[in-house]
């Protein structure tokens, strides 16, 4: 047979037409929309990143970094001579520590630099003394000097008038001479002009004498105005080592007794820890001096559980707890300098204080101002922080693998 049965009975019902499988429109329409929804969750698996971030806190700070004071030696803190925020100096004094002990005479280190004080002031005032007690005996020898000079000059006088007294006593007695020789004058007379020589000659050498000695006190007054500036430093320079001594004594009971911490550089008080009657231990922070006028940069505290992927280079975001972030914005930046080893709170110095050991991540921002209400605020050296670092950014789909592949690597 050509054809089957079942052929030829279908052709003979064939008037009652096809049979057509209707289906709703809405079907065609979810389906276009799952293949679409599946293609894009596909490409957004595929194509999409993901960020895991950390947040940590952390300050704004000068490039140069932050100047820490620290003690070199125990003590307690008996004045604090600064508040937190306020501009000193190089060189200002901050906080004053004590370290008084008892002597061993049995006195305070106050007492016998109280003591010793005195006798300070009393070497100045017998140093004024002597330099006031040189300077009139300066003027005596001088005055006794000048004084000599002009009798001097005065018997110089006499003397050539002496000289010239005994030149003539001595050509009068000549002259009797001859005339008693010749027999016109008395021996007398001739004794008398005799007598008259005499007593000149005595004057002269009575005046001679007396400038002789006049010279030699002029000699002696000289020497001891010549020996005066020697016999006043010879003084002068025994006060000074006694005063030296004692400055040195002096030095050794105010270490002993306590000093004084200073500023190392110019800037603002911050992370001020020290109280009043605390006792510290050396090279503990009770201060820090955030120096002004350089380029800020933000120091992170990064606790040791969140700083296993923190690398150079990777971004961050910053919120200035001084500016609200959802109103004003956040600041860029990115890591590029991770500390090679965890601080401890000790050795942390900055305004946020911290209770664990902590790795120190310095960032280059992006910009130095924010913009609140249309006008760029200049940020500030001390201003606090909150970051979020960014320690891992892999493809969406590698966050479903990995657990796979981990397990099947253990």
Do not use: C
């Not at 929804?37 to 140069?64: C, D, M, N, Q």
């Not at 280190?109 to 003591?115: F, G, K, L, M, N």
């Not at 201060?287 to 940069?297: D, K, N, T």
């Not at 000790?346 to 101002?369: D, N, S």
């Amino acid at each position: 047979m050509l054809f089957r049965r079942e052929v030829l009975d279908a052709q003979s019902d064939s008037g009652m037409g096809e049979v057509v499988i209707v289906q709703p429109r809405i079907l065609g329409a979810m389906t276009l929309a799952f293949t679409v929804i599946t293609a894009s969750v596909a490409i957004f698996v595929i194509f999409a990143e993901f960020s895991r971030k950390e947040t940590v806190l952390g300050y704004l700070a000068p490039e140069g970094g932050i100047a820490t004071i620290t003690p070199v030696g125990g003590g307690v803190v008996v004045e604090v001579l600064v508040q937190e925020g306020q501009a000193v100096s190089a060189g200002d004094p901050v906080i004053r520590l004590s370290t008084e002990l008892v002597g061993a005479e049995g006195g305070s280190a106050s007492s016998q630099r109280a003591e010793i004080e005195g006798r300070i002031r009393e070497l100045q005032l017998q140093r004024e003394a002597q330099m006031q007690q040189f300077d009139q005996q300066h003027e005596r020898l001088q005055a006794r000097l000048d004084a000599l000079t002009l009798e001097q000059g005065r018997l110089e006088v006499r003397a050539r008038l002496a000289r010239e007294s005994v030149e003539m006593a001595e050509a009068q007695l000549a002259r009797w001479r001859d005339l008693a020789d010749r027999g016109f004058a008395p021996l007398a007379d001739v004794d008398q002009r005799r007598q008259a020589y005499l007593a000149a000659l005595g004057a002269r050498e009575d005046i001679d004498a007396l400038i002789i000695q006049r010279q030699s006190e002029r000699r002696e007054v000289q020497h001891a105005i010549a020996q005066l500036p020697l016999d006043r430093d010879i003084a002068l320079s025994r006060l000074r080592s006694e005063g030296a001594a004692l400055a040195q004594t002096r030095q050794e009971l105010d270490r002993a007794a306590g000093y004084v911490l200073r500023a190392p550089v110019s800037g603002r008080v911050t992370a001020m820890q020290a109280q009043l009657g605390a006792t510290v231990r050396p090279d503990q922070p009770l201060a820090a001096i955030l120096p002004e006028g350089q380029v800020l940069q933000g120091y992170l505290l990064t606790p040791t559980s969140a700083a296993g992927f923190i690398e150079n280079g990777q971004d961050v975001r910053l919120r200035v707890d001084a500016f609200n972030y959802q109103r004003f914005g956040t600041l860029s930046g990115h890591v590029t300098e991770v500390s090679t080893s965890a601080l401890s709170p000790l050795e942390v110095a900055g305004p946020i204080p911290t209770a664990q050991p902590v790795y120190l991540l310095r960032v280059e921002l992006g910009q130095q101002t924010l913009t609140a209400y249309g006008e760029a605020r200049s940020l500030q050296a001390g201003m606090t922080v909150m970051a979020d670092v960014i320690v891992d950014r892999r493809p969406l789909w590698r966050w479903f693998i990995d657990p796979v592949m981990a397990v099947r690597g253990d």
